[in-house]
């Protein structure tokens, strides 16, 4: 007797505990990241103001591995866009729920959106989810970021420790964020304007029961991006400023 292949739950956030573990299980080069991955590894988006509603899965793969993810999707019922994969599948893949509950969202390699974050080398970690330094990465990066991302962040900074690397997994690695800000000027501005805006949002929503002081930890992160030595093509382009445009404005693909 076979065993009947796994269904889709009728919860997203099931779902994406589900996927993620099931990928894990398989040993692939994938990640959970987006809003999903913040309600999985930070509690405190899960209720109070920034709790919300998730309308799709994202997940970041290895070229290697997207082949053998494609199949896991697929033997849990996923329908792929098949028109959208043949045109954007060197670097993005989509997928649909059969019912049209909701959508899987898939990067290959890298995050390219406002500003691109290589996580080639990110997506073997111990969790189900990318890094939470590159979850704080991903969410920073945007550059016409709004509540939604702020909200997130915020909580996923109340949640956890920040710490110079870290190899459990369960800490912001400081190293991970430096290394990637200190080569590329742009990256780094924006990221440097929105945890402003992080602070601003801290000061008027406030967690009362919040593990960790937010406005304490974005003047740590600052601090650190301050510190770290920078490249030389990153202290070529401080030098242009603003007066040229650091950041991308990527077109919402349609599918």
């Not at 894990?24 to 919300?52: C, K, N, Y």
């Not at 111990?126 to 702020?150: H, M």
């Not at 590329?184 to 924006?190: I, R």
Request: net charge negative; charged share 25%; with cysteine.
């Amino acid at each position: 007797m076979t065993d009947s292949p796994p269904k889709i739950t009728a919860d997203i956030r099931d779902e994406a505990t589900a996927l993620a573990a099931a990928v894990l299980s398989e040993g692939l080069s994938a990640r959970l990241l987006g809003g999903l991955a913040i309600w999985l590894t930070s509690p405190s988006v899960r209720s109070g103001p920034f709790a919300r509603s998730y309308n799709d899965l994202d997940f970041a793969v290895s070229k290697a591995s997207s082949q053998p993810f494609r199949a896991v999707l697929e033997a849990r019922g996923y329908l792929p866009d098949k028109f959208f994969n043949g045109l954007h599948g060197a670097t993005r893949l989509y997928y649909q729920a059969p019912a049209g509950q909701w959508s899987v969202d898939i990067v290959i390699d890298e995050l390219s959106m406002s500003h691109r974050l290589d996580l080639r080398r990110q997506l073997d970690g111990p969790g189900p989810t990318i890094s939470l330094a590159d979850l704080l990465l991903t969410k920073l990066q945007v550059w016409e970021i709004n509540r939604k991302d702020l909200g997130d962040t915020l909580c996923l900074l109340a949640d956890h420790d920040l710490a110079e690397t870290s190899s459990k997994g369960e800490d912001v690695s400081l190293t991970r964020v430096t290394d990637v800000l200190s080569t590329d000027w742009g990256f780094c501005h924006t990221v440097e304007r929105n945890l402003v805006k992080l602070i601003e949002l801290w000061s008027a929503e406030p967690f009362v029961a919040a593990a960790h002081d937010v406005a304490a930890q974005v003047h740590t992160i600052q601090a650190a991006i301050e510190a770290v030595p920078k490249s030389r093509s990153w202290r070529l382009r401080s030098r242009i400023g603003e007066r040229v445009k650091w950041y991308e404005t990527p077109e919402e693909v349609r599918h």
